[in-house]
């Protein structure tokens, strides 16, 4: 079981971190919670659970514990353009800041316009890179009403994207 985690712990870390940055917007509270997300998995494991989609359960823990970390903290949105400034861009694998990659910034301060459902399954599917079973999995829908839910997230995407154009 060890060794099965430790595997998972390489695989997925940074994408749980990078779930967790693109919802609270600051980078040590994004590793706290991905820690808090593997030790929780850990101990729910440890106690002899079984899991059948390990990916899937820890995204949904991460979150759970992301939805927690706000009511906890009553948090008030954050421009991204702040976040740059303050030198808190999120940073790829290359070491090259992902605005610098994709544009990201631009691409994201759109995205922050959507509604929360929106920008949620956007971010999971487009920045996680997760399928939508594994996103259904994961927010507790099917992967049709996720498949709805993209398919209407692009095109109010879209919208704001003419207007700002």
Known sequence: MEQAFLQAYDAYADAIFRFCYFRVFH??????????????????????????????????????????????????????????????????????????????RAALQVVQELAADDREVLLLRYVDGLPPRDIAIALGVTPNVISVRLHRARQRLRALLATQS
């Open 27 to 104: 980078r040590e509270r994004a590793r706290e919670l991905a820690q808090e997300t593997f030790l929780r998995t850990w101990n729910y494991l440890a106690d002899g659970n079984t899991v059948n989609d390990l990916r899937a359960f820890l995204y949904t823990t991460a979150r759970h514990l992301v939805i927690d970390d706000a009511r906890q903290r009553d948090r008030i949105p954050v421009s991204l353009d702040v976040l740059v400034e303050e030198g808190r861009e999120p940073v790829g694998s290359d070491g090259r800041a992902l605005g610098q990659q994709l544009d990201l």
